[in-house]
């Protein structure tokens, strides 16, 4: 494992993990599900490109809620991958809702973000073209509205 892996809280993590699947090739590991009947996923873990996802089901009793109510979720999980153009559109096909599509952007990767069906905002990306830092720097000021005078 890595030190740092994600751990998505979802409602319905079961269809997640399924979206997951669908959208972005996902291979599930593990799913133990609450042993109450419910349904209920306590854990579940994937892998997207072979980095691990861990996955929980919401439980509001114990203060853990997922995404979905939000108007947007305040981390973005990053994917490269090896074709965004149709990485996206599968992504799309399977649910996800589009809040850019993808774009060659000035720091040399094609890159697009969605929100999948459970909340959670996802930026994919392929490497198109190197960029050396100071090009990058110069690129930022004209697509942030700068003015060619900021330094």
């Not at 419910?38 to 579940?44: D, N, R, V």
């Not at 149709?86 to 399977?94: K, V």
């Not at 830092?133 to 005078?149: D, F, L, Q, R, Y």
């Amino acid at each position: 494992m890595p030190a740092v892996t994600p751990h998505l809280v979802c409602r319905n993590a079961a269809e997640a993990i399924e979206f997951y699947k669908k959208a972005f090739g996902a291979v599930e590991q593990v799913r133990m599900a609450v042993p109450d009947g419910s349904g209920k996923l306590m854990h579940a873990m994937i892998r997207i490109g072979g980095s691990p996802v861990m996955l929980v089901d919401e439980f509001p009793d114990f203060g853990s809620f997922g995404p979905q109510d939000l108007p947007a979720s305040p981390v973005t999980l990053h994917h490269y991958v090896e074709d965004v153009d149709s990485a996206f559109q599968r992504a799309i096909d399977a649910g996800a809702t589009a809040k850019m599509p993808p774009q060659d952007m000035f720091w040399g990767d094609r890159y697009g973000v969605l929100r999948d069906p459970f909340g959670h905002s996802w930026s994919l990306a392929t490497h198109i073209r190197d960029v050396p830092p100071e090009e990058a720097i110069e690129a930022s000021k004209s697509a942030m509205g700068c003015p060619e005078t900021a330094k």
